[in-house]
């Protein structure tokens, strides 16, 4: 391969840290940039949690000085806080379960950063993500981590050909063990640092109350969903996700002993609706924004399906309706070959043939077959 | 690329040490002795210390006992600042007002804003769009202070803007002051060894200076105080410097900020004329590309009245400072913006903000500041980079727009 001109994005982990230096060995130009991505950069937290403190970016540029590579904090805070941020309340509001981590990738990671690299004269990104690239037959491919408990090709499902052909991810071929043990190898002061799990701008994990606190409180109520009787009340319909048990401050699950879910959330309504477990079951889903990591399949495929982040993957067909009305790149429809409990609109649905990433949709309705399994 | 073939033109930031400033340093380092100490060799140590002391004073028009060592710019200011409030309010408690300009270093501006908690009223003069603070200007900001009853603690004023190199008319802010019974300041730090200055005909009460600005050694910097000043101890201890400043004064820093203060006001007349030739040049090199650039601050070609001799501060619209400074560096051009980084991004330019520059689209700065290692070559380099890197850094803006 020749000598690319890379940026390597450092959050000031162990991942990021071990990414930029593999690149360095495989004879790139390598560039450290750590992304300031708060609203309030100068703000120190106590723990490793988060992506954008002061003290990660401190981090961040020990490795560079380590690496001896060139490094530099890009300010891109107001398009982190249009694209993910207030994407994240406004999904919410609206009753949708977004992940913030995939929009980064897709607006910030491989769009802002991406972009700007390019724009600076650089010919790729680096990144410390737990998936593989792999050279296809028609191009590059996406595909899921050797080490399947970090495999964080779902989160970067949102990828299009043209930005996965810019992007790089050393750590694919790799289990996150061995990183850190090569983190101390090559002498990083991060190797033992804590993995970050919760969303970087929530850094006390409270969603709720970060809802809470953007979009205000608004009292609801929560209905039923099998007979429409109203049996309780809410503080706001965008605290509540569908698959959700805990927090519904029902006194009792109900006359019958069954646990209650949330089944459905209408934020136009402002209504949350609760239901047993059998009403959860999804088989059916649409999904709009469609992604294809490479060529769009034709016809129905037979693929696997996954909704959430680490989540299984499930046997399915898909196939793209580009008759659908008012949507450019046209509706997926996935037929998923079992039952699966808590899909949430708003989330991801990522497809899989194999260890590749086929494409992806964020999910905008689901429903349930009515032909016994 | 190896550091010989980088172009530093970054001096107001810091600036190399001269030889001299070195050889004062290093022959300090190893003898031993306390300059408080009263044997041989505390007196030797006190020897040096007062040596450093006279000729320091010398080189600012100062005398001996003016002179109290600090630890750099940032302690002087603050000195000067805290100091004077606590010692003027005692004296007058009415005596709460401090006019100061929107232009100052962070040095200047915190510790003013600090004194607002504690019952001051701080007044900012306003720039005009040159970068100038007018003696109008502060009498201004002394009337706003007359009708609010309010007296005037503390004039302070810089000599030189360290973002646009601006010369700020210090002799006439001074008599207003005094006029008003205002003690005052001026942050000097950019200006000594670059402008003629003299402390007892500047009609100061107080300057700061610092050593890495002009040749000389970091964590070093002086406050110089006329005998008469209205001043208290901010750092209470064994009672040295005057009892203004305790704790044992680093003599080796101060023999080496001595030896390049000395050093730099002696070729002064000479490096100012090749300094501004080579600023010039390259603020004409630089709107010359056609680019749509224009120079931040006052600049009159071959003159060092209205701008420092080695500052050039060019606005750049339509692109991002990180970026432009990006290239730059890649390109082996060693500039910066001129304000402060917070947590290595390029922060919003409260000097820019003063003197009127739209930052509502994307306005890169870059301030390129030459100084005593300065060549043409690297004033050509810097043109030619420029030349390249603005287009690209302008195409990463429209990206992210």
């Known amino acids: 391969m020749s000598r690319l001109r890379v940026v390597a994005a450092m959050s000031g982990g162990v991942d990021s840290a071990v990414a930029a230096a593999r690149m360095l060995d495989a004879g790139h130009e390598v560039v450290g940039v750590h992304l300031a991505l708060s609203q309030n950069a100068s703000r120190l937290r106590e723990s490793a949690r988060g992506c954008c403190t002061i003290e990660d970016a401190g981090d961040a540029r020990r490795v560079a000085d380590r690496l001896g590579i060139p490094f530099y904090v890009w300010d891109l805070a107001d398009r982190f806080r249009r694209d993910v941020m207030d994407d994240f309340v406004a999904e919410y509001a609206a009753g949708r379960t977004p992940n913030p981590c995939l929009r980064c990738n897709e607006k910030i990671k491989f769009s802002a950063l991406l972009d700007k690299a390019i724009a600076l004269g650089f010919d790729a990104v680096a990144t410390g993500h737990y998936a593989q690239i792999v050279e296809g037959p028609a191009g590059r491919e996406l595909h899921r981590a050797v080490d399947t408990a970090k495999d964080q090709s779902y989160v970067l499902g949102v990828l299009t050909a043209d930005q996965l052909a810019r992007a790089f991810f050393p750590l694919g071929d790799t289990t996150k063990p061995q990183i850190r043990a090569e983190a101390a190898e090559r002498g990083f002061s991060i190797a033992r640092k804590p993995d970050s799990h919760d969303i970087c701008f929530i850094p006390d994990g409270d969603t709720r109350g970060y809802l809470a606190r953007r979009i205000g409180e608004a009292e609801g109520e929560l209905v039923d969903a099998s007979t429409g009787e109203v049996v309780g009340r809410h503080a706001g319909s965008y605290g509540f996700t569908v698959g959700q048990r805990r927090g519904l401050g029902l006194d009792r699950s109900g006359l019958d002993g069954e646990p209650r879910y949330v089944v459905g959330v209408e934020a136009a309504d402002n209504r949350v609706l609760i239901g047993t477990a059998d009403l959860l079951g999804v088989t059916e889903i649409t999904g709009d924004q469609v992604r294809w990591c490479g060529p769009p399949p034709e016809g129905t495929v037979s693929v696997g399906a996954q909704i959430r982040a680490h989540g299984e993957e499930i046997p399915a067909s898909a196939y793209l309706d580009t008759s659908a009305v008012g949507s450019a790149q046209g509706e997926l429809r996935v037929s998923l070959a079992r039952q699966v409990r808590g899909v949430a609109p708003g989330q991801s649905v990522v497809l899989y043939e194999g260890t590749r990433v086929v494409g992806s949709a964020t999910i905008r309705e689901t429903a349930r077959r009515l032909v016994a399994e | ?401």
């Open chain 2, 1 to 401: 690329m190896p550091a010989d073939l980088r172009v530093y033109l970054d001096h107001a930031a810091t600036t190399p040490m001269v030889p001299a400033a070195v050889e004062a340093l290093i022959g300090a380092l190893s003898p031993a002795g306390n300059s408080s100490s009263l044997h041989a060799s505390g007196r030797r140590s006190k020897a040096l210390l007062e040596d450093a002391r006279e000729g320091l004073a010398a080189a600012v028009g100062a005398h001996p006992s003016e002179v109290v060592f600090t630890s750099g710019g940032t302690e002087a200011d603050n000195l000067a600042i805290a100091g004077t409030y606590a010692a003027r309010t005692r004296e007058e408690p009415a005596a709460r007002g401090i006019v100061t300009s929107s232009i100052e270093h962070h040095a200047v501006l915190e510790p003013t804003e600090a004194l607002v908690a504690a019952g001051a009223h701080v007044i900012h003069a306003v720039a005009d769009t040159d970068g100038i603070i007018s003696a109008d200007s502060i009498a201004d900001a002394l009337e706003v202070l007359r009708t609010r009853s309010v007296r005037p603690a503390l004039v302070s004023v810089m000599w030189a803007n360290n973002e646009i190199g601006t010369i700020q008319p210090v002799a006439a802010i001074a008599d207003l002051a005094q006029e008003n019974g205002a003690q005052v300041h001026s942050d000097a730090v950019q200006a000594v060894g670059r402008v003629p200055l003299s402390f007892r005909d500047s009609g100061l009460h107080l300057l700061s200076l610092s050593g890495h600005k002009l040749g000389g050694p970091m964590g070093v910097g002086a406050l110089i105080v006329a005998r008469d000043a209205v001043i208290e101890p901010v750092v209470h201890g064994g009672g040295h410097e005057r009892g203004l400043r305790s704790g044992t004064v680093p003599v080796p820093l101060a023999a080496a900020l001595a030896a390049a203060v000395s050093h730099a006001v002696s070729v002064r007349k000479e490096e100012s004329s090749r300094l501004v030739a080579l600023r010039d040049r390259l603020i004409e090199g630089l709107l010359g590309l056609d680019l749509d650039l224009t120079v931040g601050g006052a600049w009159t070609p071959g003159s060092a009245h209205d701008r420092l001799p080695g500052n050039v501060h060019i606005i750049v619209p339509g692109c991002d400072a990180d970026s432009l400074l990006f290239l730059l560096d890649a390109a082996g051009i060693e500039a910066s913006t001129g304000s402060a980084c917070q947590a290595g991004v390029p922060g919003r330019s409260h000097v820019l903000d003063a003197i009127g520059v739209s930052t509502d689209q994307p306005v890169g700065a870059v301030r390129l500041t030459l100084g005593h290692t300065s060549t043409g070559d690297d004033v050509e380099r810097a043109i030619s980079a420029v030349r390249e890197c603005v287009p690209r850094a302008r195409a990463a803006a429209g990206v992210l727009a």
